[in-house]
Nanobody
Framework: QVQLVESGGGLVQPGGSLRLSCAAPGIIFSRNAMGWYRQAPGKQRELVAA???????DYGDSVKGRFTISRDNAKNTVYLQMNSLKPEDTAVYYC??????????????WGQGTQVTVSS
């Protein structure tokens, strides 16, 4: 079973920063765009950011200018740097391997999720 392994979540105060990491098997990482989604209690899962192997980017409107997605193709790892965090960023964050056409479309491979809580 394919596993995407996330790390880096936790509790942070408003205005703080966190960096999430997601490691994927090489064959999956090299063939797919990678994305980060999040799901807050009672809300639908939403795309946070996505990146292709060539570096094409996309961000959700609510995180533009605050979050940065990047990938290290040598380490088969995608990162999400989150700055200026707000309480409304509180959610479970999921890594995904998908397809980037006109828009990023989630694929079948998901991580287990990592909790991010922004609170004073």
């Amino acid at each position: 079973q394919v596993q995407l392994v996330e790390s880096g979540g936790g509790l942070v105060q408003p205005g703080g920063s966190l960096r999430l990491s997601c490691a994927a098997p090489g064959i999956i990482f090299s063939r797919n765009a990678m994305g980060w989604y999040r799901q807050a209690p009672g809300k639908q899962r939403e795309l946070v950011a996505a990146i292709t192997s060539g570096g094409r980017l996309d961000y959700g409107d609510s995180v533009k200018g605050r979050f940065t997605i990047s990938r290290d193709n040598a380490k088969n790892t995608v990162y999400l740097q989150m700055n200026s965090l707000k309480p409304e960023d509180t959610a479970v964050y999921y890594c995904n391997a998908g397809v980037f056409g006109t828009y990023y479309r989630a694929g079948d491979y998901w991580g287990q999720g990592t909790q991010v809580t922004v609170s004073s």
